[in-house]
């Protein structure tokens, strides 16, 4: 007996990649996004200042921010899909700059432990994942522009009610305080 196919409808919302469907896989994007920013800042805050001594520090953080944000655009697309974007002739140079950039910073701060091939290394990473946030990000300029609010509403959710207890304690202290 054949099996007659039934017409597909088209949905609104994009097939399931990798067994997780768009909401799951936008989830899960976010959070290796925040993973990312999170390796970053702490690039920028441990490693930057004793870069000069032990520049493994910020190379390893840095790297391990920009492979999340990479891994964060795979979940997203789905990894096959990802990876032939990545292949395609009009970004392929910017791919192999952002992998060679990873790869480079690692060496450049394991291996040869030089403070200026890590901040050449480093430099080029940050130009591959500015244009991969802005390229990668479903819409583009005006994407991003929508992550960038839905990040800053999250984090401001999680930092008010912080604010609101400083600012009551401030206020709780000041008060119980005699001018002379």
Same mark, same amino acid.
């Given at each position: 007996a054949q099996r007659q196919s039934q017409p597909q409808t088209p949905t609104a919302t994009p097939t399931?990649? *990798?067994?997780m469907s768009y909401t799951q896989r936008f989830?899960?994007?976010v959070t290796m996004? &925040? &993973?990312? #920013?999170m390796f970053l800042a702490m690039a @920028?805050? %441990?490693g930057l200042p004793v870069i %000069? #001594?032990?520049p493994a520090k910020f190379a390893i953080s840095f790297t391990a921010g920009s492979l999340m944000f990479m891994l964060g @655009? *795979? %979940?997203l697309k789905g990894p096959w899909t990802h990876l032939k974007s990545m292949c395609k002739r009009e970004v392929a140079p910017f791919s192999a700059l952002y992998v060679g950039s990873m790869v480079g910073t690692l060496y450049a701060s394991l291996v040869a432990r030089s403070y200026v091939l890590v901040m050449l290394m480093s430099g080029a990473q940050l130009c591959a994942l500015a244009y991969y946030m802005v390229a990668g990000i479903p819409g583009g300029a005006r994407g991003m522009s929508i992550f960038m609010t839905a990040m800053r509403k999250? #984090?401001? *959710?999680?930092?008010?009610p912080v604010y609101i207890a400083c600012k009551a304690c401030v206020r709780s202290a000041t008060g119980r305080l005699k001018v002379i």
């Open positions: 399931p990649r *990798a067994g989830r899960a994007f996004n &925040l &993973l990312g #920013i @920028f805050a %441990v %000069v #001594i032990r @655009f *795979a %979940v999250t #984090i401001g *959710a999680i930092c008010y």
